[in-house]
Structures are given as C-alpha cells and as structure tokens.
C-alpha cells in the first residue's frame, strides 16, 4: 500500500503489485524468498513490509 | 456463479460509501484467458456493480497493444486503477486474499487523489527528475 500511496504522490512513480505464483518467471528473476518483496528500479531490494521512514531511507538512494 | 458472495459484496458497498469521485478500473486479459484472467474480469466486474462510481474497461493484451504499452502492462492478468488521471497504480495477477483489501484500498486512494504521506516523504519524492517502477511481489494468503 506505501507504494501505491507514492505513486498517488509524484507522477514519476508507477507502482506494480505483482502476484508472485502467477508468474514465476518474476519471482526467480528478482530471487523473491519471501513476501512481500519490494523493488525499485531494479536495483533497490527491500524484504518485508516496512514503515514508511526506512522505505524512503532506500528510496534516497534514487535521489543521488 | 458469483465470486463475491452476499455477505463480502456488503462489505465491500460499505466500503466504497464515501468514494464519490468516478474510479475506472482498466482490466487486461487475452483473447485465450490466462488462469485468472477470467476470474480477475469477473471479480473487478463484480466490485464496480457495488458502486455507481466505479466503471470497468476490458481490454486485450495483443489487441490493444497500443494501449498496454502505455499503461506499462506487460502481462495478464492486469488492471490499472484510474481516478481523475492515471496515478500510476497497477495490480498483475488476481486480487484474492489480502490483495482484495489492498485492490479496495486502492480505489479509495485513487477516488480520493491524496497519497496520504507524511510531509517529510512528499518532499523527497517531490525531487524525482525520472520515472521509477516500485514491483511490489506478493502472494495471494
């Protein structure tokens, strides 16, 4: 839901909720263990629901 | 036979009570149904008969390639929830489970156009000069 809120907040941002088992492919792809399991553009891997403060600490990264 | 029985399909109405502000859901399947892709039409039919806000479009994967690519759908079962403009928000796969809260949280964010973010978040978002893909990867329990 974060992410659905973030993409309510900048243009910029698409959010993707992916069902993992209907494709499989995806979850090998980004080594998906556990759910739910977030990635931002490729790069940034974040395991787990988290609050709101440490996603963004993640999404700073993106800012650089 | 209905996927929502009567006691959900309440449930549901009175959630969606205060979205006054039409919501349209734009579902992508095939023209050979994928598993799912049935069963996700239907259940997004379903909800937007339980509120005169809500409208849905179906559209065809290889069809409508036009139109998938612009919404950056690339695979089916698909649906983008639409509000005043497109946010950006996208569900892959059927929302059962718990992904049928967040599929009703998601027209209730979309109705109401606010993200609902702290200050400090809006800021830093607020600083993005590209486009960025959240892949949020759940499973249906």
């Not at chain 2, 309440?10 to 502000?21: F, G, I, P, S, W």
């Not at chain 2, 049935?38 to 069809?63: G, H, I, W």
């Not at chain 2, 978040?121 to 893909?133: M, S, W």
Request: hydrophobic share 45%.
């Amino acid at each position: 839901m974060l992410a659905y809120q973030l993409a309510m907040e900048s243009d910029q941002i698409q959010a993707h909720m992916v069902e993992v088992i209907e494709f499989p492919y995806l979850g090998n792809k980004y080594d998906v263990m556990g759910v739910p399991r977030t990635v931002i553009d490729e790069t940034i891997h974040i395991e787990g629901a988290v609050p709101e403060p440490m996603l963004m600490r993640e999404f700073e990264k993106l800012l650089n | 036979m209905a996927l929502l029985n009567a006691e959900i399909r309440k449930d549901v109405q009175q959630a969606l009570v205060d979205v006054k502000t039409p919501v349209i859901f734009k579902v992508f399947t095939q023209e050979l149904e994928c598993q799912y892709c049935k069963e996700t039409r239907e259940l997004v039919q379903e909800v937007a008969a339980l509120s005169d806000k809500l409208s849905v479009e179906v559209y065809d994967l290889v069809r409508d390639q036009a139109i998938a690519e612009s919404l950056g759908v690339d695979k089916v079962p698909a649906m983008a929830v639409i509000g005043q403009k497109d946010y950006g928000i996208r569900m892959f796969g059927i929302p059962s489970g718990y992904e049928f809260g967040s599929l009703i949280e998601s027209i209730k964010l979309v109705s109401d156009g606010e993200s609902g973010l702290s200050a400090e978040t809006r800021k830093q978002v607020a600083k993005l000069t590209k486009p960025v893909k959240i892949q949020v990867f759940i499973t249906p329990t």
